[in-house]
């Protein structure tokens, strides 16, 4: 199993399982924008720092990056997620795009499409 996959399985278990114990937008504090709050983040950081990080690993960018879109998501609302994955899949289908990027972009859709999915799940 590649660590990508591997990461991801483990981040997106953390965030389905997390979001059990947050509470719902209805009754979460004025801080929840839905899917992310500080009680979420904070459990997310939690789980990364748990993971095994080598000096040749990529999975502390992975885990980065599920923790940088969670405060964008906390910062901007739930909206981004949506606005973010559209903006994306039009530069990951462009031919223009570099292929270097076009793997970084494919890499934030994946994290903000596991997060759009528990969104639109609750």
């Known amino acids: 199993m590649c660590a ?12 389905t399982h997390t979001l059990t114990d947050i509470p ?7 801080t929840t924008t839905g899917v992310i709050d500080e009680a979420f983040l904070d459990a997310l950081k939690a789980a990364a ?5 080598t000096s040749d690993s ?8 599920y923790i940088t879109v969670a405060n964008k998501v906390l910062a901007k609302g739930n909206e981004y997620l949506a606005n ?9 289908s ?6 270097e990027k076009r793997t970084k972009f494919q890499l934030k859709h994946n994290v903000l499409s596991a997060y759009y999915s528990v969104q639109t799940s609750q």
């Open 84 to 92: 973010e994955l559209a903006r994306l899949g039009k530069m990951i």
């Open 58 to 65: 990529k999975e502390a960018e992975y885990a980065q990056q």
């Open 24 to 30: 719902s937008p209805t009754t979460a504090t004025t």
């Open 4 to 15: 990508t996959h591997s990461l991801t399985h483990t981040l997106t278990h953390t965030l």
């Open 94 to 99: 462009s031919p223009s795009v570099l292929p």
């Open 49 to 53: 720092s748990k993971l095994d990080f």
